[in-house]
């Protein structure tokens, strides 16, 4: 994977205590980062096994900074870090309609419907069908009836559930796809990396105000797997 050092493939040796443990001290170390504050997020990744996203051969590396191949052709489940800076960033709170687009592991979709509660409602995108079914096997496992994962090109957002008060790309685009801004409401923020493949790109917040103007800036530098699709690169 470009950027990143991946450690080599082995078969899990961790017991569930030492991951527990892992995980608490995981979200220690993002309060002192500065990347959690929310008390409702910290809630969520305390008590989401982000492990049980990451494929075995990988898990034991499960709370470390950095992003492990999935099955499919380009996906990755990105660093732990990525999920509050992510979700800080556009205030994601209970009661919020969320689109995500770039299921990958399923981990971050689950992380925003126990955030966003059973007032809210997360539908997550994945265009890549192996990606895609794997995704589906890590979410059957819990019961969250306020989360939908579908099967298709993200760029096209999902007209069934807009319009979204939040929306978050999890893939790389070069130009933010317009049915994207056309299914945010007024008043919602988008977050998604901006830039050139394979090279850094910026975190980019765009806010739609309540008269529909777009405001955008730039808040991170981060490195991720490129947006497929109509509105690929
Ligand atoms: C960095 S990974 C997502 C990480 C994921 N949020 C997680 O928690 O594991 C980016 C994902 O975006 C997917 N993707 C890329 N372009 C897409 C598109 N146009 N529509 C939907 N998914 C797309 C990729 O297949 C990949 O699985």
Not at 37 to 63: G, L, M, Q, T, W
């Amino acid at each position: 994977m470009f950027g990143w050092i991946i450690p080599p493939p082995k078969p899990s040796e961790k017991s569930k205590e030492t991951f527990e443990h892992e995980r608490q001290q995981k979200v220690t170390s993002l309060k002192e980062e500065g990347f959690l504050n929310s008390k409702i997020i910290e809630k969520a990744i305390r008590k989401i096994p982000r492990e049980e996203f990451i494929p075995v051969d990988y898990r034991d590396h499960s709370y470390e900074e950095l992003p492990f191949p999935l099955p499919g052709r380009n996906s990755t489940i990105s660093c732990p870090h990525s999920y509050p800076m992510f979700y800080e960033a556009i205030s994601l709170s209970p009661g919020d309609n969320l689109l995500e687009i770039g299921t990958g592991s399923g981990y971050g979709a689950i992380l925003a419907a126990e955030v966003v509660g059973l007032l809210g409602k997360v539908t997550s995108i994945e265009i890549d069908r192996e990606t895609f079914l794997y995704a589906k096997e890590q979410v059957s496992r819990y019961d969250y009836p306020n989360l939908f994962l579908i099967e298709a090109d993200g760029g096209n957002g999902y007209l069934p559930h807009a319009p979204y008060n939040k929306i978050c790309l999890t893939a790389a685009c070069s130009k933010i796809p317009p049915p994207l801004i056309d299914q945010l409401q007024r008043g919602g923020k988008l977050i998604t990396p901006y830039g050139i493949p394979r090279n850094t790109q910026d975190l980019i917040l765009l806010e739609k105000d309540t008269r529909g103007n777009i405001l955008m800036k730039s808040i991170e530098k981060v490195l991720y797997v490129s947006l497929q699709g109509k509105y690929g690169i």
